[in-house]
């Protein structure tokens, strides 16, 4: 066993001396008045001063005459708590000899030796990690986008506002309309900048009384007001509707350099004449919200007991489409489509009529808006489409070999079921694939491009035939041509009801015919009222036209029955 010799009272007053001096954590000895007599390295190079300047100073380096009101206290703090426990510690911010703020926790001990008193003091940089907690803190609270305060700061906020206020308060709710395809236009960055630039637009408008202004998280918004008169918002919801007339530039390497004008939906409820707790406001301000969405948007909506009742029949409207959808409640009609030359029936399109069971046959307007919020647009076309097949079938076993074509949209383009439904149908039903056609609008290709496209190449080499419908009455028309492998384009009818007449009408549907001449497409002409349209298509090189001068949507046994009348005439 090797000898063991015990540390030397000297030996361990060196180490631990030099242990003291190489410490991160500053630390220094002060005389039982509180005045310094050495200070370590640390201390030095934190606070500023050389400890051959601080020594026999006072703890607060200068006389007490000359230190803050804040400064005098704490000495005094300390001072009591030593005299009475022997031991004081606290964390406050201190500036340095070079005017830094430093935050620190320190801890005071007395120590006797000799029956002389000391105290030693140990001084901690606490800056880093409360850097870390405010980091944390804003992490939690604010939205990192925007600069913001987010929804749990809002709902705080109005809480603590209606404790206290002693006047009307007023919650406004806001969503930027079309944002989701606005986004998918613009791409990640494009989309940032644009939510960036409505909430910095927003700040700019410095809205008179405006208590809080929170970013709940990509298009959602909400402000606070508190006013002697709930009305004087109205202004500034209305100064708030005329910014976003002004037009969002974006960057050239965004998707697009068009100028983007916002649209907002606006709901508002107020306090103390809707609700007294901050839930029911936020609850009918989003009522109000959603009231204006449904009915198109870019809109102000205050909250009263009509939108409770409109709620209650969305409720219900809900609750019957599912129904609808479960039961088979969706019927295709069918408009026939013509030769414009002959007068034969070339094809049909479905289009969807609702047979409810006590409203009886209803068009689209009464409920295809629903459809889409409610989020049932697959399940409709589906629909549509197993009944439409069918009749396909049916008349195929007829002797009738004309095609159907049933409108889609993106949100049926986005059901991962949509190709093998429709796949699966025509070879259950037996039904050759160029006989069904699927007509999209313009303005769907403006939603998840590449799923779209993915979709109708693969539609189109099933053999499906694709028809651009409304054709010119989106920006990009020309592109969507080039980009997508259509088949057919439909002139909408907003290009046909003058058209005998109105010479720009006239020039338009020339173009497009002669477009369509020269990518190898077909044209089909809607909305044709009159036979002086009809002559004028057919004359300009129009093949095919539907509209109600030939016949308007009708039920199957219906369109059955006109296809036997023109057989049996020919």
Same mark, same amino acid.
């Given at each position: 066993?090797?000898?063991?010799?015990?540390?030397?009272?000297?030996?361990?007053?060196?180490?631990?001396?030099?242990?003291?001096?190489?410490?991160?954590?500053? $630390?220094?000895?002060?005389?039982?008045?509180? @005045?310094?007599?050495?200070?370590?390295?640390?201390?030095?190079?934190?606070?500023?001063?050389?400890?051959?300047?601080?020594?026999?100073?006072?703890?607060? $380096?200068?006389?007490?005459?000359?230190?803050?009101?804040?400064?005098?206290?704490?000495?005094?703090?300390?001072?009591?708590?030593?005299?009475?426990?022997?031991?004081?510690?606290?964390?406050?911010?201190?500036?340095?000899?070079?005017?830094?703020?430093?935050?620190?926790?320190?801890?005071? @001990?007395?120590?006797?030796?000799?029956?002389?008193?000391?105290?030693?003091?140990?001084?901690?940089?606490?800056?880093?990690?409360?850097?870390?907690?405010?980091?944390?803190?804003?992490?939690?609270?604010?939205?990192?986008?925007?600069?913001?305060?987010?929804?749990?700061?809002?709902?705080? =906020?109005?809480?603590?506002? *209606?404790?206290?206020?002693?006047?009307?308060?007023?919650?406004?709710? *806001?969503?930027?309309?079309?944002?989701?395809?606005?986004?998918?236009? *613009?791409?990640?960055?494009?989309?940032?900048?644009?939510?960036?630039?409505?909430?910095?637009?927003?700040?700019? +408008?410095?809205?008179?009384?405006? @208590?809080?202004?929170?970013?709940?998280?990509?298009?959602?918004?909400?402000?606070?007001?508190?006013?002697?008169?709930?009305?004087?918002? @109205?202004?500034? +919801?209305?100064?708030?509707?005329?910014?976003?007339?002004?037009?969002?530039?974006?960057?050239?390497?965004?998707?697009?350099?068009?100028?983007?004008?916002?649209?907002?939906?606006?709901?508002?409820?107020?306090?103390?004449?809707?609700?007294?707790?901050?839930?029911?406001?936020?609850?009918?301000?989003?009522?109000?919200?959603?009231?204006?969405?449904?009915?198109?948007?870019?809109?102000?909506?205050?909250?009263?007991?009509?939108?409770?009742?409109?709620?209650?029949?969305?409720?219900?409207?809900?609750?019957?489409?599912?129904?609808?959808?479960? %039961?088979?409640?969706?019927?295709?009609?069918?408009?026939?489509?013509?030769?414009?030359?002959?007068?034969?029936?070339?094809?049909?399109?479905?289009?969807?009529?609702? =047979?409810? /069971?006590?409203?009886?046959?209803?068009?689209?307007?009464?409920?295809?808006?629903?459809?889409?919020?409610?989020?049932?647009?697959?399940?409709?076309?589906?629909?549509?489409?197993?009944?439409?097949?069918?009749?396909?079938? +049916?008349?195929?076993?007829?002797?009738?070999?004309?095609?159907?074509?049933?409108?889609?949209?993106?949100?049926?383009?986005?059901?991962?079921?949509?190709?093998?439904?429709?796949?699966?149908?025509?070879?259950?039903?037996?039904?050759?694939?160029?006989?069904?056609?699927?007509?999209?609008?313009?303005?769907?290709?403006?939603?998840?491009?590449?799923?779209?496209?993915?979709?109708?190449?693969? +539609?189109?080499?099933?053999?499906?035939?694709?028809?651009?419908?409304?054709?010119?009455?989106?920006?990009?028309?020309?592109?969507?041509?080039?980009?997508?492998?259509?088949?057919?384009?439909? $002139?909408?009818?907003?290009?046909?009801?003058?058209?005998?007449?109105?010479?720009?009408?006239?020039?338009?549907?020339?173009?497009?015919?002669?477009?369509?001449?020269?990518?190898?497409?077909?044209?089909?002409?809607?909305?044709?009222?009159? %036979?002086?349209?009809?002559?004028?298509?057919?004359?300009?090189?129009?093949?095919?036209?539907?509209?109600?001068?030939?016949?308007? /949507?009708?039920?199957?046994?219906?369109?059955?029955?006109?296809?036997?009348?023109?057989?049996?005439?020919?």
């Amino acid at each position: 066993m090797s000898n063991f010799e015990p540390l030397s009272v000297l030996t361990k007053q060196q180490l631990m001396t030099e242990l003291c001096e190489r410490l991160e954590d500053a $630390i220094f000895i002060l005389d039982s008045n509180l @005045r310094y007599l050495s200070v370590n390295a640390s201390y030095e190079l934190m606070i500023g001063y050389k400890e051959a300047f601080l020594v026999g100073r006072p703890l607060g $380096i200068y006389a007490a005459e000359f230190l803050s009101v804040e400064e005098q206290s704490i000495l005094r703090d300390i001072h009591h708590n030593l005299d009475e426990h022997g031991f004081y510690e606290l964390d406050f911010s201190m500036a340095n000899r070079y005017g830094q703020n430093i935050d620190c926790h320190i801890t005071y @001990r007395r120590i006797y030796i000799d029956q002389m008193a000391y105290h030693i003091g140990m001084l901690r940089d606490m800056s880093a990690v409360i850097k870390d907690q405010k980091q944390v803190a804003h992490l939690l609270n604010y939205d990192q986008l925007t600069g913001l305060p987010n929804r749990k700061v809002f709902l705080s =906020q109005t809480s603590d506002m *209606l404790l206290d206020s002693y006047q009307e308060v007023v919650l406004v709710r *806001l969503n930027i309309d079309r944002y989701r395809n606005l986004a998918s236009l *613009l791409g990640p960055d494009g989309a940032n900048d644009l939510i960036k630039n409505f909430a910095e637009g927003v700040e700019k +408008l410095k809205l008179h009384n405006l @208590r809080s202004f929170s970013h709940f998280g990509g298009d959602d918004f909400a402000l606070l007001f508190e006013v002697k008169d709930a009305n004087m918002v @109205r202004h500034q +919801l209305d100064t708030l509707m005329q910014m976003c007339e002004r037009p969002f530039s974006t960057d050239k390497s965004h998707a697009t350099d068009a100028n983007i004008y916002y649209h907002i939906s606006v709901g508002v409820s107020c306090f103390p004449k809707d609700d007294n707790e901050v839930t029911g406001l936020l609850t009918k301000a989003e009522k109000a919200l959603d009231y204006v969405k449904q009915h198109g948007g870019d809109d102000i909506r205050w909250y009263d007991e009509a939108i409770e009742s409109a709620t209650a029949g969305s409720l219900e409207l809900e609750s019957e489409l599912r129904t609808a959808t479960i %039961e088979g409640q969706f019927v295709p009609y069918y408009q026939p489509k013509f030769s414009l030359e002959t007068g034969a029936i070339t094809g049909f399109e479905a289009l969807v009529r609702w =047979q409810h /069971p006590t409203r009886g046959l209803l068009k689209p307007i009464h409920f295809i808006n629903a459809i889409i919020a409610h989020k049932l647009s697959f399940d409709l076309f589906s629909q549509l489409a197993i009944k439409s097949v069918k009749q396909l079938s +049916l008349w195929q076993q007829q002797g009738f070999h004309q095609h159907v074509c049933i409108n889609a949209d993106a949100a049926e383009f986005s059901h991962p079921d949509f190709f093998d439904m429709v796949s699966t149908l025509l070879t259950e039903n037996d039904v050759a694939a160029h006989q069904l056609h699927i007509e999209v609008t313009e303005s769907s290709l403006i939603q998840r491009h590449d799923n779209v496209k993915k979709q109708l190449n693969s +539609l189109r080499e099933l053999g499906v035939r694709l028809a651009l419908d409304d054709f010119g009455t989106g920006y990009a028309s020309l592109s969507y041509l080039q980009e997508y492998p259509f088949d057919f384009i439909k $002139i909408d009818k907003s290009f046909i009801s003058n058209i005998e007449t109105d010479r720009t009408q006239h020039a338009i549907v020339k173009a497009i015919l002669d477009l369509a001449v020269a990518l190898d497409m077909q044209v089909v002409a809607e909305g044709i009222e009159t %036979e002086q349209q009809r002559d004028v298509l057919l004359d300009m090189g129009c093949k095919i036209g539907q509209g109600y001068w030939f016949s308007k /949507p009708v039920a199957a046994d219906v369109a059955t029955a006109m296809l036997i009348k023109q057989n049996t005439s020919e």
